[in-house]
């Protein structure tokens, strides 16, 4: 893990100009779709059971967890609900701002961003009249009708057709529909999904209740050999979902609840953490529930409820469909020239994970791109810089599992090895005169103490020089690892130098005999090594006389 800093830190923003306005709408379009084709390709790598891929490594954690329950409470009213009022299905992640959305900060500055989805079929029944929608966001709602259908889908040979449509609660923007009461909520934010078959056929009968197609279609015999296919029974299945946010204190539990517990476990989306949690709601509700002192949220948690609060809109149903087409669809990747491949009979619930898993993967990339510099920055668009101390920070506390050149290391093993290392390096300066000590000490192994220390180099070249009578030795030359003459004494060694004859030794007792080491007065190779021979001689000498000492003892 590590830090990530850059200049563009900051939150993408659409410019406050009206004449730019149809420039807005586009970069905003561009954008949006950009990042949600981006998360959704993320989705389908990280959160399809194996995370391995190299995208999967860039975030702080390669994907959110999340549970699911089957048989949740249907979220609307009046029956809407399709199979019954506890066959809805619900998904739940609890976020939190560090491990999963890597928002660095200690234990007692970090929040849980709580993200319920309920999603089930609907009756289409209201014949596809959910509410009016609006021409535009600023005039009167003016159809009868939420959703138009051309049935001659049916034989244009085209595929899948997806449309989405959103109402987000408790806002005082007005949006593009007005949902009939039994959808409309004030808890949560509402996006109903439209899904035409036009010419798609089933290549077996399928029962699962959005893809349903159990409607006889025809048969095509080839070579001997007859297939059949089956139509959907509807022009069109509808799919009702509602999105909740929370935002959490782990520092805090709530008030009336002795054993911790957050939640009643029922399923129904309230909370089961420990943790003071705001209510459920829209999420343009997350800031201003924050802010409440009951919550007891610091500056800081504050400032990463923000930055999580800037992206929940993002994670919403509809944003995971929105301009996508068929291509939001599982189904469709198992579609060849318009012949669907077998689905089980709960299909649509994978659908439903999938467009839950694309609001997760938005999240990760909007959390992140606050930090690293938001993308896809066009005309009409700007990069709002943090002006406030606590916004600043957090442009320097995200983390990323990618390296990008960062080499990671171990401080622990790196000082153990300086410490080995610089132990053996002293010791290698001392080993020797601690031997030679204990040797001396307790009079055991000076035979060979004493040829080790007579065959180093430098004390033969002494013992040449001494026996030529070069330089004046002290008593202690011969224990010294580099002996030295007294007084610093200088004298020249080379023929035709100082004392020119060049250097000789002759043997212990006998008449000197020169031999010329080097210059012009080399003498031949087997004179050399007769005289190598008689100074090792001359050097193990003394040694001969411990070690028959060594052995009298």
């Given at each position: 893990m590590r830090l990530i800093r850059s200049p563009n830190c900051g939150y993408w923003r659409l410019e406050d100009n009206p004449k730019s306005g149809a420039a807005q709408l586009t970069s905003f379009n561009t954008k949006n779709l950009n990042d949600t084709t981006a998360a959704a390709s993320y989705s389908r790598e990280c959160y399809g059971g194996s995370s391995s891929t190299l995208q999967c490594g860039s975030m702080a954690a390669a994907s959110i967890p999340y549970t699911?329950?089957?048989?949740?409470?249907?979220?609307?009213?009046?029956?809407?609900?399709?199979?019954?009022?506890t066959a809805a299905f619900q998904i739940n992640a609890t976020i939190d701002s560090h491990t999963l959305l890597g928002i660095n900060a200690p234990e007692h500055q970090r929040v849980e961003y709580q993200k319920v989805t309920t999603c089930a079929p609907c009756d289409t029944l209201y014949y596809y009249n959910y509410g009016p929608l609006a021409n535009d966001k600023y005039s009167a709602y003016s159809t009868n009708y939420t959703y138009y259908y051309n049935s001659h889908g049916f034989l244009d040979n085209i595929g899948y057709g997806v449309t989405a449509i959103q109402y987000n609660a408790n806002t005082n923007v007005k949006g593009s529909w007005d949902p009939i009461p039994p959808l409309r909520k004030t808890d949560g934010d509402i996006s109903i999904i439209f899904i035409a078959f036009n010419s798609i056929r089933f290549v077996q009968p399928t029962y699962d209740p959005v893809f349903h197609a159990t409607t006889p279609g025809g048969n095509i015999t080839s070579e001997g050999e007859t297939t059949s296919w089956w139509n959907a029974d509807y022009w069109n299945s509808v799919i009702g979902c509602?999105?909740?946010?929370?935002?959490?204190?782990?520092?805090?539990?709530?008030?009336g609840s002795p054993d911790g517990s957050g939640g009643d476990g029922d399923g129904d989306g309230d909370s089961d953490s420990d943790s003071l949690c705001t209510p459920l709601s829209g999420s343009s509700s997350l800031i201003n529930a924050s802010t409440n002192a009951r919550y007891g949220f610091t500056p800081r948690q504050i400032g990463a409820i923000t930055r999580i609060a800037n992206q929940a809109l993002y994670t919403n149903t509809y944003i995971a469909l929105a301009g996508r087409g068929d291509s939001a669809l599982r189904a469709q990747e198992t579609v060849n020239s318009l012949d669907q491949a077998p689905l089980s009979d709960t299909h649509w619930t994978d659908e439903i994970t999938s467009w839950f898993t694309t609001g997760l993967a938005h999240l990760q990339r909007g959390v992140l791109e606050y930090a690293a510099g938001?993308?896809?920055?066009?005309?009409?668009?700007?990069?709002?810089?943090?002006?406030?101390?606590?916004?600043?920070?957090?442009?320097?506390?995200?983390?990323?599992?990618?390296?990008?050149?960062?080499?990671?290391?171990?401080?622990?093993?790196?000082?153990?090895?300086?410490?080995?290392?610089?132990?053996?390096?002293?010791?290698?300066?001392?080993?020797?005169?601690?031997?030679?000590?204990?040797?001396?000490?307790?009079?055991?192994?000076?035979?060979?103490?004493?040829g080790w220390?007579?065959?180093?180099?430098?004390?033969?070249?002494?013992?040449?020089?001494?026996?030529?009578?070069?330089?004046?030795?002290?008593?202690?030359?011969?224990e010294m690892a580099v002996p030295v003459c007294e007084g610093g004494e200088r004298f020249g060694g080379l023929g035709g130098e100082e004392g020119g004859e060049g250097l000789g030794m002759g043997r212990r007792g006998g008449q000197p005999e020169e031999v010329g080491l080097m210059g012009e007065g080399l003498a031949k190779r087997e004179s050399r090594v007769e005289v190598r021979e008689k100074g090792m001689g001359m050097g193990m000498g003394r040694v001969g006389r411990l070690r028959a000492e060594a052995e009298s003892e």
């Open positions: 699911v329950n089957l048989n949740a409470t249907c979220p609307f009213g009046d029956d809407l609900c399709l199979i019954s009022n509602v999105d909740q946010h929370s935002i959490c204190n782990p520092n805090r539990s709530p008030p938001p993308s896809n920055v066009d005309v009409g668009t700007y990069i709002w810089a943090p002006e406030d101390p606590v916004s600043r920070a957090m442009c320097r506390n995200q983390l990323v599992r990618s390296t990008l050149g960062t080499v990671s290391f171990s401080v622990l093993g790196v000082a153990v090895i300086l410490a080995v290392g610089g132990f053996i390096v002293l010791l290698s300066f001392v080993l020797e005169s601690v031997v030679g000590w204990a040797q001396k000490r307790w009079k055991r192994g000076q035979w060979r103490r004493e220390r007579r065959d180093e180099a430098l004390q033969v070249q002494r013992a040449l020089f001494e026996q030529k009578g070069w330089g004046r030795w002290g008593e202690g030359a011969e």
